[in-house]
Structure formats: C-alpha cells, structure tokens
C-alpha cells in the first residue's frame, strides 16, 4: 500500500550537484522518519542521511555531512536529498525508505520497512 517512487539519478562530473526526489504515498507519513541510503556494487548498503517527517530534525552520516541536505515537502510528500560537491565515491543506487514510530536507530537499514526501487548516481573524476 505504502510505494516509494524515487527520481533524479544521473551522471554527473565531480564538483557537481544532483537532487534526488521520493514521492510518497498510500498513507500519510506525519509518524515516520523517512531516509536515504546507498549501496554501491559488490557493497553493503549504508546510511546516507534521515529526516522525521513532523519536525524536520535531520542527521547525517560523516562522510556527507556539510554536503548533503535532507529535506521534505510535507504537503506533497516527497522526500529530498541536495546532493553538492559531488565525489566519485558518492557513486551508487539511492535508495529512500521509511519507517514509523517506534524506531530505534535510524541509520540501520533493517529499522525501515518501506523501501523506494532506488536511483543510480554516478560521479565521474
């Protein structure tokens, strides 16, 4: 019931920027915190950035923060990630997930139960 579309993947040279979109529907996501993840070939998947859906209150991994923003259009349920200063090893599918209350720890994948197809970025030197 619940379907994450994500959409903005591409090609793009080092030094640049991207935005990623999640369209989200089939309930509303005021109880959720919604996230990015990324998995690059032969890879785990790992925590990019997370937003909880009511008060905005954002964490991002290390190796993103001061590059990435996560943001959300509440009345459009779509989910956002600004993605600037682009690195090489930024290069992997994107994928949005989501999960409502309770929730532990956010940067886990297995917490999130809604999971987008995912969006291939990839960042030539």
């Known amino acids: 019931q619940v379907q994450l579309v994500e959409s903005g993947g591409g090609l793009v040279q080092a030094g640049g920027s991207l935005r990623l979109s999640c369209a989200a529907s089939?309930?509303?996501?005021?109880?959720?915190?919604m996230a990015w993840f990324r998995q690059a070939p032969g890879k785990e998947r790992v925590f990019v950035a997370r937003i909880t859906w009511s008060g905005g209150n954002t964490y991002y991994a290390t190796a993103v923060k001061g590059r990435f923003t996560i943001s959300r259009d509440n009345a459009k349920n779509t989910l956002y990630l600004q993605m600037n200063s682009l690195k090489p090893e930024d290069t992997a599918v994107y994928y949005c997930?989501?999960?409502?209350?309770?929730?532990?720890?956010?940067?886990?994948?297995?917490?999130?139960?809604?999971w987008g197809q995912g969006t291939q970025v990839t960042v030539s030197s």
């Open positions: 997930a989501a999960v409502r209350t309770p929730w532990r720890d956010t940067t886990n994948d297995k917490e999130y139960g809604y």
């Open positions: 089939g309930r509303t996501f005021s109880d959720h915190v």
